[in-house]
């Protein structure tokens, strides 16, 4: 089992606040990853092709994923700043998808060799979760290290 630190998945959000200060009252390590992911808008400039030069529509898309990222670090930085805050040594991530922000968040549990993943819960009702997909349904079913999840 990886011995590295801890990796918290934190949006900003009201759970992933409450994820973070949970799992930093829990656990012994005093090492982190604070992982942002933010989705990239490139699966969705097909219908942009349609009615706008490729060029136009290229340029769209890197300054939209650009701020995307900008404000992912931001989050990411916010999140480190809250454990440091608690006596955690903690790095600042961000990553990337168009896909699944849970597979995202166990490629760089991965990378950084984790020993845990801290999640919170949104709690969504059972439709909502089948359509949009859970990330602490994926990290749990997928991770090959524990995964704490926060309500």
């Known amino acids: 089992m990886p011995t590295g630190p ?5 949006d900003g959000s009201d759970g992933a606040r ?6 930093a009252e829990r656990l012994a390590t005093r090492e982190a990853v604070v992982v942002c992911v933010w989705a990239s808008v490139e699966r969705s400039a097909g219908l942009g092709r349609l009615a706008l030069p490729d ?3 290229r340029q769209a898309v890197a300054n939209l994923d650009a701020e995307a990222e900008r404000e992912a670090q931001a ?14 040594d903690a790095t600042p991530r961000t990553r990337s998808t168009t896909t699944n922000a849970w597979a995202a968040i166990l490629a760089v549990a991965e990378e ?3 020993s845990t ?3 919170g819960s949104r709690g969504h009702g059972a439709l ?15 991770s090959p290290v524990p995964v704490l999840i926060a309500r």
Do not use: M, N, P
């Open 112 to 114: 950084a060799g984790a």
């Open 55 to 57: 060029e136009v529509t």
């Open 6 to 10: 801890a990796l918290f998945a934190y």
């Open 117 to 119: 993943i801290v999640t």
């Open 75 to 88: 989050v990411a930085q916010q999140g480190a700043e809250l454990l440091r805050e608690a006596g955690w």
């Open 18 to 23: 409450r994820a973070l200060e949970q799992g």
């Open 128 to 142: 909502k979760a089948t359509l949009l997909g859970s990330v602490s349904d994926g990290l749990a079913r997928h």
